[in-house]
């Protein structure tokens, strides 16, 4: 995620703007519109630098977390991934330390021999072949397609490291934990978006 952008989630002010706001404070004011703007732009920008160091992950995490232990049948995590319209979520082991994240992907790498396997490359292979590629999966544990060691983050972290780590490893979503791993929250990408805009 680009932060450097971020001045475009805000209206940008115009002269219009700047005479008006000048004509409404009472008295002289020695500055001219344009001199203005360039020290209203760049408080701005001083602002918008404060702002996104003093964002920490526990502040825009989501709390309510779905997750699966690591020995939950893989049927049950697609069906639970399907009834919450989510596609990827924390595995936990039983102190409740996040051990691995499960996502569509997971799923899709299994079902192909392909590196970066796609939804559509998975269809045509199913349409080819004569067995249902997913039928491999039924027997398996969310351990043993889950992707580990866990990309985490502890709910200390600035919200700017969070994003650039996310967009650094190409991932959607990351676990926020206290310490020893146990979750504490989720940041998704729409998350960040919120947050910043």
Same mark, same amino acid.
């Given at each position: 995620m680009n932060f450097s952008r971020i001045n475009e989630c805000f209206q940008t002010i115009t002269d219009e703007d700047v005479l008006e706001a000048m004509r409404e404070i009472p008295g002289y004011l020695d500055i001219t519109p344009s001199d203005f703007i360039e020290v209203y732009r760049i408080a701005f920008d001083h602002a918008v630098n404060r702002i996104k160091t003093a964002i920490l992950a526990e502040h825009v995490?989501?709390?309510? /977390?779905?997750?699966?232990?690591?020995?939950? &049948?893989?049927?049950?995590?697609?069906?639970?991934?399907?009834?919450?319209d989510i596609s990827?979520? &924390?595995?936990?082991?039983?102190?409740?330390? /996040?051990?691995?994240?499960i996502s569509e992907k997971?799923?899709? !790498?299994?079902?192909?021999e392909k590196k970066d396997p796609s939804f559509m490359q998975v269809l045509i292979q199913?349409?080819?072949? !004569?067995?249902?590629?997913?039928? !491999?999966?039924?027997?398996?544990?969310?351990?043993?397609?889950?992707?580990? &060691? &866990? /990309?985490?983050?502890h709910? !200390?972290?600035?919200?700017?490291?969070?994003?650039?780590?996310?967009?650094?490893?190409?991932?959607?979503?990351v676990p926020v934990c206290e310490d020893h791993n146990i979750l504490v929250g989720i940041i998704a990408r729409s998350d960040l978006v919120q947050a910043m805009c």
């Amino acid at each position: 995620m680009n932060f450097s952008r971020i001045n475009e989630c805000f209206q940008t002010i115009t002269d219009e703007d700047v005479l008006e706001a000048m004509r409404e404070i009472p008295g002289y004011l020695d500055i001219t519109p344009s001199d203005f703007i360039e020290v209203y732009r760049i408080a701005f920008d001083h602002a918008v630098n404060r702002i996104k160091t003093a964002i920490l992950a526990e502040h825009v995490m989501t709390r309510t /977390v779905v997750s699966v232990l690591e020995d939950a &049948p893989l049927l049950e995590t697609a069906v639970q991934m399907r009834d919450h319209d989510i596609s990827g979520m &924390p595995v936990l082991n039983e102190q409740g330390a /996040v051990t691995g994240v499960i996502s569509e992907k997971d799923f899709l !790498s299994r079902m192909t021999e392909k590196k970066d396997p796609s939804f559509m490359q998975v269809l045509i292979q199913c349409m080819d072949d !004569s067995c249902c590629l997913a039928r !491999s999966l039924k027997t398996l544990k969310v351990r043993d397609i889950m992707s580990s &060691p &866990p /990309v985490t983050v502890h709910k !200390s972290f600035k919200l700017l490291d969070v994003a650039n780590l996310m967009d650094r490893r190409k991932i959607n979503r990351v676990p926020v934990c206290e310490d020893h791993n146990i979750l504490v929250g989720i940041i998704a990408r729409s998350d960040l978006v919120q947050a910043m805009c």
